[in-house]
């Protein structure tokens, strides 16, 4: 048991989802996770699924690194050099559900300042 949770724990939050898929898919074994790779790869399959695991993997060692805030500057940062009129970056944050109001304020602060 120690050996797995020390396998899970080193893989990190993907890991933790990972393993909550697996949890839920009400299946065992291998069709468990065939089922759990397949949900997170949506269309793409289990392909996509191991592709999404990588991404996770990155973005949660980038927010371990440099925190949540540093990394939304650095995107919106992107998007401004990318072209993006201020107006629209403001209107995406805003409309982002998935973010709190506090953060919202600082990225909408951020790209007024920038």
Same mark, same amino acid.
């Given at each position: 048991?120690?050996? #797995?949770?020390?396998?899970? @724990?080193?893989?990190?939050?993907?890991?933790?989802?990972?393993?909550?898929?697996?949890?839920?898919?009400?299946?065992?074994?291998?069709? @468990?996770? $065939? $089922?759990? #790779?397949?949900?997170?790869?949506?269309?793409?399959?289990?392909?996509?699924?191991?592709?999404?695991?990588?991404?996770?993997?990155?973005?949660?060692?980038?927010?371990? =690194?440099?925190?949540?805030? =540093? #990394?939304?500057?650095?995107?919106?940062?992107?998007?401004?050099?990318?072209?993006?009129?201020?107006?629209?970056?403001?209107? =995406?944050?805003?409309?982002?559900? #998935?973010?709190?109001?506090?953060?919202?304020?600082?990225?909408?602060?951020?790209?007024?300042?920038?």
């Amino acid at each position: 048991m120690d050996k #797995l949770v020390s396998d899970i @724990a080193s893989l990190g939050v993907p890991g933790l989802i990972f393993l909550f898929l697996i949890a839920v898919s009400g299946y065992a074994g291998a069709a @468990a996770i $065939t $089922t759990a #790779l397949a949900t997170l790869g949506g269309p793409f399959g289990m392909i996509g699924g191991v592709g999404v695991l990588l991404l996770l993997t990155k973005i949660s060692k980038g927010i371990a =690194e440099y925190g949540v805030d =540093e #990394l939304a500057k650095n995107v919106v940062r992107k998007m401004i050099e990318e072209g993006k009129t201020k107006a629209s970056i403001i209107k =995406e944050i805003d409309e982002f559900p #998935l973010i709190s109001s506090d953060l919202k304020k600082k990225l909408c602060q951020f790209v007024k300042e920038n």
